[in-house]
């Protein structure tokens, strides 16, 4: 009965033990709280912290996460547009017992996300609409330098911001498929310019060829070859059965005129 006892009672020790404590997980930093001390400097790691009933363990997440805003932006040439823009932040682990005095575990919304909003305003406005695409990494170093000045003495880490997604104004967006639309006509008008340039190369090259061939047949038709050519004809003449023809020679090179005469004899 006594052992029996003895083991009720340490059960009931180890439960009472867990159940006033807190387990600190992975990624996680602790202050210890007390009701009547207040709060601890020391910063606990990850594991397990005993605390009494009335006590707390305060957990802060001290591994980087990233935050988002959507804001309203006006550019240099006065074109309201949406932007989401995101910032990538921590709280400096060991300086976690003054973020959580001087500022509290809400830092973000106390602290971070105002000045987030009013920075990025102010350096878009910087910026016509047209140069954002091509200067978005000049204007997220802009803003993350100006909020790390304006935050110094906050205990948080930033890293990096990124400009996530622009929505520019529906004018804009017709504008650019507008602009798309006519780069591509110009496009294929270049394209058929260029076809018809090479289709008229092509006929050049073609015409001087032929160009070329006609003066060497005018070259070639000399008398004594155009004689030669005659006598060609006159002998196939000849040896035709059905038809007669007179041969009368005229000119100086003794080319004849051919007559025909119908069926008879050749003379």
Not at 158 to 180: C, F, G, N, S, T
Request: positive net charge.
């Amino acid at each position: 009965m006594k052992t029996y006892s003895v083991i009720i009672v340490s059960l009931l020790a180890v439960v009472l033990l867990v159940g006033c404590g807190t387990t600190i997980p992975g990624g996680y930093k602790g202050l210890y709280s007390g009701r009547f001390a207040g709060v601890d400097t020391t910063i606990y790691p990850n594991g397990f912290k005993w605390a009494a009933p009335w006590n707390d363990v305060i957990l802060y997440d001290v591994r980087w996460k990233t935050q988002s805003e959507n804001v309203d932006i006006l550019s240099l040439d006065d074109l309201h547009m949406n932007v989401e823009i995101a910032l990538r932040l921590k709280p400096i682990a060991s300086e976690l017992y003054y973020l959580h005095t001087e500022i509290g575990q809400q830092y973000y919304e106390k602290v971070v996300q105002q000045q987030f909003r009013s920075i990025s305003r102010s350096v878009f406005a910087q910026y016509k609409y047209s140069d954002i695409p091509k200067k978005s990494v000049e204007i997220q170093n802009a803003i993350l330098a100006q909020l790390k000045n304006n935050l110094k003495g906050k205990h948080l880490d930033l890293d990096a911001v990124e400009i996530k997604h622009v929505e520019y104004p529906r004018q804009v967006m017709q504008a650019a498929d507008l602009k798309l639309a006519t780069e591509q006509r110009l496009m294929q008008k270049e394209f058929e310019t260029k076809i018809a340039e090479k289709d008229a190369q092509i006929k050049i090259i073609e015409a001087k060829g032929q160009q070329v061939a006609q003066r060497i047949i005018d070259s070639t038709l000399t008398p004594t070859y155009l004689q030669y050519r005659a006598l060609d004809v006159q002998k196939a003449l000849i040896n035709s059965s059905n038809t007669s023809f007179y041969f009368v020679p005229i000119g100086s090179n003794g080319l004849p005129i051919i007559l025909e005469t119908g069926m008879g004899t050749k003379k």
